[in-house]
């Protein structure tokens, strides 16, 4: 297959395939991509961790495919949250998933915005209510990273490293902050393939319903 051909042709721009931080044109997005989320999980006992990752907008049977398209890593609170606004207008995702509990990111975050005049903002996720999340976030990564029905497209992404690093007799005690790179995917990956789609469904059968209750009404 002809590389070249892939990243010139906007139909053809895989972003499953594309380099990350990969300059994608309106074309590829509109044809290639549903939607676009961000997630970051702070320092900890390793650095910081910023994810974009992108959504297909056709499903399959096994559900949609999730692509990453950039990354950034960094254990200085301050530069992490100032990148996470350079991807925020580079990529301008829907939502940005992140703990806002944490003050430092959040007095950064405050006077980013200010400065720039942006509106940056994390929104909360219900996996951040459980206290050791490795046991739930790396099944689900590697069952969707799984060869054999592969939905997940991490490419030359760091998180694989810290992936396969982990011994499986840690993983029941792991807490947040043991390895920012897996935390910030998860939570990406998950939020877009389990709590998101199912908000757009909801969305689009609200919207079905009140077209009908409309179409329908009785005239007064």
Known sequence: MDMTEIYDDPRKNDPRLTPLGHVLTSETV???IKTIFGAVSWPGKNPGFAVVLGVSPRPRLDGRDVFLLDEYESDDMRILVHQVGVLNQKYKPYRWIGDPR????????REMNEQNRTDLSFQTS??????????????KLKHLLDAKAKTLFLK?????DYMGSINADEIPEMPWGAYPAIEALGLGVIELTDNW?????KHVTLRWIREMQEKYRRPR
């Open 30 to 32: 509109e044809f290639k």
């Open 102 to 109: 944490n003050d430092s990111a959040d007095r950064f975050r």
């Open 126 to 139: 219900t996996i951040f209510d459980i206290e050791l999340p490795y046991q739930y976030l790396l099944p």
């Open 156 to 160: 030359d992404s760091k998180v694989l």
């Open 197 to 201: 789609d199912a908000e757009e469904k």
